[in-house]
């Protein structure tokens, strides 16, 4: 019996995001059927980030448990073959049994985006959120600043979250357009952990800040509020990237 | 009666190119349609390229002639409404009436995406080609500085072409990595004028020079041959983007 990590990326477009739900299709899904068919044993994998429906990974992390005498590096070609288009596995190595996604200390990065012009950009449509106001970029900044550190992120946590505390941690915040598409807006946050739709919030909160609606030093009344309520609405799926997941030793 | 120069942008995933056909849906028959339900009089857009199935565009160009009253500037968004989100129009003007879209002299640039890593990437894979092969972009680059200048490109020219002569101008080839993601080459070619699969030709040629198959200085007998056998394949349509095209005075 081994381990087997996998960095996993997709497309979440047509996914009823990761984890098995009785109504739609799911990442997780897909993984154990796929697993299951090439190996020939009841595989369940255990994902590290349970993104919602519609949004993407390009490093999301999942393992199992196998007997299969297949090394661990050539299981993510044997898999690929199998997967459908919109997911592919990054790379497969065999990890200390006692490694688990959820509870090793780990550092994740998302990036929500932001296609922000007058018209909408038909190749950029299922990866950015349109906005058609022109977002104040260094206003966005000036507020994320306010987050990063140690906090209770109760304002940027949706109903149903089973989270025991809403304290996290967000290492970094970055707000800037993309130096060779300055239309696209890019919110690269990395921390800890986060709590249910929390780069959403942040994300969609930070827009009305661009926008004008809210003053940036507002930002730090609402984190102190710990009523989501007092937040930005959820932003759209599409817009948000799993960038990567790194381990901490 | 005026004429309108429309800038529109669309994914070709979904589409049988721009130009009608009988046995599936084009860009122009959606343009043609929804101009003609907005306008109240039938329209028929004059298109500067017609892209082929699959082929995406940021900036190809429409004409058309009306007599509506709605200012040629406020079209675009008119039009936005009533377009599906994989076509929207980026910008509307009155033109000349004499404009013609393919006879005036341009400069159009084309942008060719591949995604070199050892496992394809999901969210890349509706808009660059995936190749496993360690692509040698400096060979690359060898290879396309031969097709720079004015050439009878006949080997670069798929049959069923209606062209009247072969000989065309590419004014710029430039062939690297995105500085800020690796996996990404990108050919981007500038020209007056381009043969029926002229920019997927040499893109699949430059391929098989940066797998090594082919020596850079062989791109200079197989331009002299002026023979289709000569050339690489034909790349996949969904890598190819028409940027844009530039008008000259």
Same mark, same amino acid.
């Given at each position: 019996?081994?381990? !087997?990590?996998?960095?996993?990326?997709?497309?979440?477009?047509?996914?009823?995001?990761?984890?098995?739900?009785?109504?739609?299709?799911?990442?997780?899904?897909?993984?154990?059927?796929?697993?299951?068919?090439?190996?020939?044993?009841?595989?369940?994998?255990?994902?590290?980030?349970?993104?919602?429906?519609?949004?993407?990974?390009?490093?999301?992390?999942?393992?199992?448990?196998?007997?299969?005498?297949?090394?661990?590096?050539?299981?993510?070609?044997?898999?690929?073959?199998?997967?459908?288009?919109?997911?592919?596995?990054?790379?497969?190595?065999?990890?200390?049994?006692?490694?688990?996604?959820?509870?090793?200390?780990?550092?994740?990065?998302?990036?929500?985006?932001?296609?922000?012009?007058?018209?909408?950009?038909?190749?950029?449509?299922?990866?950015?959120?349109?906005?058609?106001?022109?977002?104040?970029?260094?206003?966005?900044?000036?507020?994320?600043?306010?987050?990063?550190?140690?906090?209770?992120?109760?304002?940027?946590?949706?109903?149903?979250?089973?989270?025991?505390?809403?304290?996290?941690?967000?290492?970094?915040?970055?707000?800037?357009?993309?130096?060779?598409?300055?239309?696209?807006?890019?919110?690269?946050?990395?921390?800890?952990?986060?709590?249910?739709?929390? !780069?959403?919030?942040?994300?969609?909160?930070?827009?009305?800040?661009?926008?004008?609606?809210?003053?940036?030093?507002?930002?730090?009344?609402?984190?102190?509020?710990?009523?989501?309520?007092?937040?930005?609405?959820?932003?759209?799926?599409?817009?948000?990237?799993?960038?990567?997941?790194?381990?901490?030793?």
């Amino acid at each position: 019996m081994k381990r !087997v990590k996998l960095v996993v990326a997709y497309d979440g477009t047509n996914y009823c995001g990761w984890q098995l739900q009785p109504n739609g299709i799911t990442i997780e899904e897909v993984l154990n059927r796929e697993l299951t068919a090439l190996l020939g044993e009841e595989i369940r994998v255990i994902g590290a980030s349970r993104t919602d429906s519609g949004v993407h990974a390009l490093g999301n992390v999942a393992v199992f448990d196998t007997d299969t005498r297949i090394p661990a590096e050539k299981l993510s070609y044997a898999l690929n073959t199998r997967l459908p288009e919109d997911i592919k596995i990054q790379s497969s190595e065999e990890v200390d049994p006692e490694f688990h996604p959820r509870h090793c200390d780990s550092v994740k990065t998302y990036e929500y985006r932001i296609w922000n012009h007058s018209f909408a950009n038909p190749v950029e449509r299922l990866y950015t959120k349109f906005s058609y106001y022109d977002l104040d970029v260094e206003k966005m900044q000036q507020a994320g600043d306010y987050l990063v550190g140690t906090h209770d992120f109760a304002s940027f946590c949706s109903a149903g979250s089973q989270a025991t505390t809403t304290v996290r941690t967000i290492t970094e915040l970055k707000c800037f357009r993309d130096p060779e598409e300055p239309r696209r807006i890019r919110i690269r946050v990395k921390g800890t952990g986060f709590l249910y739709n929390m !780069v959403r919030i942040i994300s969609g909160t930070l827009m009305e800040i661009g926008m004008g609606l809210k003053a940036p030093e507002e930002m730090k009344d609402i984190l102190l509020a710990c009523d989501r309520s007092k937040a930005g609405p959820t932003a759209e799926p599409q817009g948000l990237t799993l960038v990567g997941i790194e381990y901490l030793p």
